[in-house]
């Protein structure tokens, strides 16, 4: 694969640079993960009248580490019967797929280490730990193959709700990818490239010149499916507690079950990045709050999966079904062609 520069004139990446990044976003988007679950329980219980988490330190705040210490010292079981090997894999891969797409989307602004540092001093650390010309492809495939954490979790554990929950899993993320794909064709044809940077640069003339004044049907058909390969309310039926306790995740517990969660937080920031940038704009490069703006469209699109939880129903796989192939698709071809004869004419 062919890789881009962001800016002709920024330094050389090196191999010790992109090792950085990717421990950064290692550490950073784990972070992120165990500080969101204390935002969406405080987002949630403000939405229901609720105090959420009060008790262990200032207005909850260490329920976060009390949550990591938990993880970490609680039992690791695995179920008679399971096949143990991919029963132990299957986490893995949810958490190492979530993480692998991020390495090909912008996520915080390149930065060189000061050279009084011993041994990592000027070192030049780039915004995108891999600048691929085909980023938009990767990303999307990366979150596909996430699907077969929870599916070979669900078939490996030997537990009928664990089976029906990885059931839904192929049916959902497999028919949502299609409406994704679908969704963010239109833009690609409209930019001429699958790169990440070049949509930001097709957006820099300012607020006008967003995608989504072209392309707000593609933006709704992305979001929607967007909260569907993440597994967000309405669509959480993979683990429905009310229909499949807890569907792939039944058998789970300790750090294996905290996997799937931080893989699910991780594709959560990958969403609202791929639409930050694909849709509203990206970042600015060179503006003094390039990288404050984008950070505020992320956390934007992260409150509305939490605002959406609280005020919207669960939806039955029926209807699921009905939503993806009867209407979004149709919708998705539709404003393909449409896009197209503009092009055209």
């Not at 300012?206 to 967007?226: E, K």
């Amino acid at each position: 694969m062919e890789e881009t520069t962001l800016i002709q004139n920024l330094p050389e990446v090196t191999a010790l640079g992109v090792i950085i990044k990717a421990i950064i976003i290692l550490a950073v988007i784990s972070a992120i993960a165990g500080f969101g679950t204390y935002i969406e329980r405080k987002v949630l219980a403000f939405m229901q009248r609720r105090l959420g988490p009060m008790h262990v330190g200032p207005y909850g705040l260490l329920q976060i580490a009390a949550d990591g210490i938990k993880l970490f010292t609680k039992e690791d079981i695995i179920p008679q019967n399971a096949n143990k090997l991919i029963f132990m894999v299957a986490p893995v891969i949810t958490a190492a797929t979530a993480f692998i797409a991020l390495s090909a989307v912008p996520v915080f602004p390149d930065f060189t280490i000061p050279e009084f540092i011993p041994v990592l001093g000027g070192t030049f650390v780039p915004s995108i730990a891999s600048d691929l010309n085909i980023g938009v492809l990767f990303v999307l495939g990366m979150m596909a193959a996430g699907l077969y954490g929870p599916l070979l979790a669900g078939m490996s554990q030997a537990n009928k709700w664990g089976i029906i929950g990885s059931a839904r899993t192929a049916i959902q993320f497999l028919s949502y990818e299609v409406v994704t794909g679908l969704s963010i064709l239109a833009p690609i044809m409209l930019v001429g490239s699958l790169s990440f940077v070049d949509f930001n640069e097709a957006q820099s003339g300012g607020i006008g010149s967003w995608l989504i004044w072209q392309q707000p049907v593609a933006f709704v058909l992305f979001l929607i499916a967007g909260f569907a390969e993440t597994n967000r309310t309405p669509f959480d039926l993979l683990e429905h507690e009310a229909e499949v306790v807890s569907g792939y995740a039944t058998e789970y517990s300790g750090m294996r079950w905290g996997m799937f969660f931080i893989g699910e937080y991780a594709n959560m920031i990958t969403v609202a990045i791929i639409a930050s940038i694909v849709f509203l704009g990206g970042f600015d490069v060179e503006g003094a709050f390039g990288w404050l703006f984008i950070i505020l469209k992320i956390a934007f699109f992260f409150f509305l999966m939490l605002w959406v939880r609280a005020s919207w129903p669960h939806i039955r796989p029926d209807q699921l079904m009905w939503l993806c192939w009867k209407v979004l698709m149709p919708i998705a071809v539709i404003n393909i062609l449409i896009t197209a004869i503009v092009m055209m004419v």
